[in-house]
């Protein structure tokens, strides 16, 4: 028996979809049946995510190049993904660098400058290019990615932190001048997950001799090492997996399903963000 899809004929905008937690979603996505269209710089490893998905389908995946902080990029990039997919119901934003790890008082204006650029300039572009297709469309779904680290104390970086608390209030107030259109905007907050930023910021963090984050930060998780129903065995306990905790949420928001949950955020955190 055909399992039923549950994105079928959905065509959706997956930028920073190379990697982590954006390339888990386009390997769901397409899983589900849509047609997706993934934007990201690095190249290579984009092309590679939507190869593997579509060998397995039954969606059809499409890489495209995009720096998300550049306007010019961003709307030649949209042109080509709703040309490929013939319009666009759905973006999901989940590019975005982490803030090197520094006391507050350190963090220089190039750093500061960096960090808002890449993690805020990308929303505010994306999202403002992204409304004309969905306002076309008659409605629409904008998924932002913002961090448990915008509502729990982050001292160790804590512009990477402010930078998380703009996407949160930029989508929420965006919901309700978008509403009228029938434009949706959620902001998930991820925390904390097993990807290329996790594991280079763990890295950064060994190197600088703050390598107890990692062990400290797990042990404040409120989930045991054994989950229900049963993930990857060698899932470490509290970390999430992009594939098993993050995506299927995604695939919920972008649904049918998810048509009256409009100015939230939604925490996929494996419960450490109460823990503040
Ligand atoms: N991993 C976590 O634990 C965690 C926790 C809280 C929030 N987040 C947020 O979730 C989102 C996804 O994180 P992740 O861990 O999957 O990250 P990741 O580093 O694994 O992947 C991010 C992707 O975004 C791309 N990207 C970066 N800058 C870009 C730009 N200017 N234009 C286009 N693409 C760009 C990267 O190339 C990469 O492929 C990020 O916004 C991150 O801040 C992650």
């Known amino acids: 028996m055909r399992k039923s899809m549950q994105l079928e004929n959905k065509r959706i905008v997956v930028v920073g979809g190379a990697n982590g937690t954006g390339a888990a979603i386009v390997r769901a996505f397409v899983a589900e049946g849509a047609g997706v269209a993934s934007l990201d710089i690095r190249d290579a490893e984009g092309e590679s995510v939507v190869s593997a998905a579509n060998g397995k389908g039954p969606g059809e995946g499409h890489y495209f190049h995009c720096d998300a902080s550049v306007r010019t990029e961003v709307k030649e990039a949209f042109t080509s993904a709703a040309g490929v997919l013939g319009g666009i119901d759905a973006m999901v934003v989940t590019a975005g660098v982490m803030g090197k790890v520094l006391e507050p008082e350190s963090i220089d204006d190039g ?29 629409g779904r904008i998924i932002n990615f913002g961090s448990g680290s915008a509502l729990r104390s982050y001292p160790s970086a804590v512009h990477y932190s402010a930078s998380k608390g703009a996407v949160i209030s930029w989508t929420r107030s965006l919901a309700f001048a978008w509403g009228k259109h029938n434009i949706t905007a959620n902001v998930v907050n991820p925390a904390i997950a ?72 939604i925490p996929i955190d494996g419960g450490l963000t109460p823990g503040r």
């Open 111 to 139: 750093e500061f400058d960096r960090i808002m650029n890449i993690n805020v300039r990308s929303i505010f572009v994306t999202n403002q290019e992204i409304f004309p297709y969905l306002k076309e469309n008659g409605g």
């Open 194 to 265: 097993r990807t290329l930023m996790f594991t280079e910021s763990a890295q950064e963090a060994a190197s600088e001799g703050k390598e107890a984050t990692a062990n400290q930060l797990e042990s404040m998780f409120p989930l045991g090492s054994r989950r229900f129903p049963p993930t990857k065995e060698d899932l470490p306990v509290g970390f999430g997996d992009p594939d098993a905790d993050l995506a299927p949420v995604l695939v919920f928001l972008v649904g049918d399903g998810a048509r009256f949950i409009t100015a939230q955020i």
